[in-house]
Structures are given as structure tokens and as C-alpha cells.
């Protein structure tokens, strides 16, 4: 493994010896890791596949769940449900204690949602997520006509489905600043990342371009922080790392196109990366955001 060194900040967040390990392959093309604390193991989506897959150290990479309508970006919520972005299906679902999947957002006024992508969960419970129709192909969800003529972002509180932006052209990975004061939001097609500032409310205002990627070879995909507020982002050989001002600290590289990735283990400091084929971790001097 090999560093982009931007700036030396960099070395302050990851070990220059520090290595990529792969540790699963044979997918066909993955997404939306998480980690489960309790039961110590990595779920993430393989899409074409139609599988949720788990990796844990022991088994490493089984069948968790199929189908799993081409589940893309996962988490959990504050009661420790799974919530997944199902491109085949167009619905975010919730998995209840029983097992029982249910449709928690489908459809916004009366049409279908395009294909919902990625997914956070903000400390009060309500649920972000993106909707690019990434997903109305046979590939990576099901062929279909794009009922709404936008691409947006949504807040789910309870039951009501409020559009929060709608001006994006494929928004895709989202997350929220260490004290949830911004959430970040990236623009595959335009090579970027917007943040905005989350109102008492949960709405969202005052969005600003906060960081730029440039190059071939990956795009804004997934994208998570660390508790210092650095923000992790695939793109173009590997994950590029911006400082809470948006300086572009470095790129750790990756041998594959990144899709996503995602904190875990007993401190979580390593940080998992979906790659293609591939699932990869590296140890990392800091800590992740822990999820439920």
C-alpha cells in the first residue's frame, strides 16, 4: 500500500507503514458496509448478486441475505434494526426482530422513488438517504421508467417523507459531522461534495461545494467521518481524505475502484472499504463514528 501524501496532517490520521488488506474477494460488485458490534462481523451489499453478504474473521464472506432487493448502501437505527436502500425493489426497508422486512419509503407524493442509494441515521432516529436512479437498470436493480423528474435528498421522520434538496444530478453517499451541525452529500456526476448546515428543524440550508475530486479510475461513491471531522471519500485511486475545512489531506491507495466504506471492530479504527470485487480494511490512527 502506497500514500497520496498531500499534506503532513495526513500522517496524523494514518500510519505511513500502515497496510490495505484484502480481506474477501469473488464478489461481483460491493457496497454499503457496516459494522455489527455485537456480533462482531461486516455486512455489506453485493448488488449485481442480489446479496447481502457477511464477513466476520472466523467465516469470512457467507450469504447473509438473498435476495436482497440489490441492497445498496446499509445501517442500522437507534434500536439496532437494519435499514437498507434496495435499488430492485425502489424502497428503503427496515428488517424488524422477527426478521420481517418492511417498506418503511417507496414512494414520494404518489410516485415511486427512484432508486434509493445511501444511508444515514441521524441521533434523534430520523433516517437520510439519497435516490439517483442508479438502480432502474437490470444491473444493479430492476429496469423502469423514473416517475419523479429529480434526483433528491429526503428526511424520514416516523412516517412522513420530507424532500430535503432536489437540485443534484446523482446524489449518492452522505454523513453527518461528528456534532450533526453538517451534513456532507456528494454528487457522483459532478465530482464533488456538498455540505449543508442541518437546521433545529432537520431541515437543511446555507449548501456550499466543500470539496472537489479530479481524475479517473473512481468517483464520489460512500463516504463516512472520523470523530475529528475529517471526511473520508472514494475517488480516483483509493479514498481521498479532506480536514473539516475541506483541505485535501491525501488518498490512501486502493488495488481496486472504491465504492464505500465504513468504520468498525473494538475501536473502530479500522476503516473497511468495498472495492469492486473485494471487501479491504486498514488500521487507522483515529476513530470512526460508531454506529448502534
Not at 459494522?35 to 453478504?53: R, Y
Not at 436493480?141 to 444530478?169: A, I
Request: hydrophobic share 35%.
Amino acid at each position: 500500500m502506497s500514500l497520496d501524501v498531500r499534506s503532513a496532517k495526513l500522517l496524523d490520521l494514518v500510519d505511513s507503514e500502515a497496510q490495505v488488506e484484502q480481506i474477501g474477494t469473488g464478489c461481483v460488485f460491493t457496497e454499503g458496509p457496516i459494522w455489527n458490534a455485537e456480533g462482531d462481523f461486516l455486512l455489506f451489499s453485493d448488488i449485481p448478486a442480489n446479496q447481502m453478504k457477511k464477513w466476520s474473521p472466523d467465516s469470512g464472506i457467507t450469504t447473509f441475505r438473498q435476495p436482497s432487493g440489490k441492497s445498496n448502501g446499509l445501517t442500522y437505527d437507534k434500536q439496532k434494526h437494519l435499514i437498507a436502500c434496495e435499488h430492485a425493489n425502489r424502497r428503503v426497508s427496515r428488517t424488524e426482530p422477527d426478521g420481517t422486512v418492511t417498506t418503511i419509503a417507496s414512494h414520494y407524493e404518489g410516485k415511486k422513488l427512484n432508486s434509493p442509494n445511501d444511508v444515514v441515521v441521524k441521533s434523534d432516529g430520523n433516517i437520510y438517504f439519497t435516490d439517483p436512479p442508479y438502480g432502474l437498470t437490470a444491473m444493479y436493480g430492476e429496469e423502469g421508467g423514473q416517475e419523479l423528474d429529480f434526483q433528491g435528498v429526503y428526511r424520514l421522520s416516523g412516517q412522513e417523507l420530507t424532500l430535503l434538496v432536489e437540485d443534484f444530478d446523482r446524489p449518492n453517499g452522505l454523513c453527518f459531522s461528528p456534532d450533526e451541525s453538517i451534513l456532507y452529500i456528494d454528487d457522483t456526476a459532478r465530482m464533488h461534495v456538498r455540505a449543508f448546515d442541518v437546521q433545529p428543524d432537520g431541515t437543511l440550508a446555507n449548501g456550499r461545494i466543500f470539496a472537489e475530486e479530479e481524475g479517473e479510475n473512481g468517483v464520489p461513491d460512500g463516504m463516512k467521518v472520523d470523530q475529528q471531522g475529517n471526511v473520508y471519500l472514494t475517488g480516483p485511486d483509493g479514498i481521498w481524505i479532506f480536514d473539516p475545512a475541506g483541505t485535501h489531506l491525501g488518498v490512501i491507495q486502493v488495488p481496486e475502484v472504491t465504492a464505500n466504506l465504513g468504520w468498525g471492530e473494538d475501536d473502530w479504527k479500522t476503516l473497511f472499504i468495498t472495492a469492486t470485487s473485494s471487501i479491504y480494511r486498514i488500521q487507522l490512527k483515529v476513530s470512526g463514528i460508531p454506529v448502534p
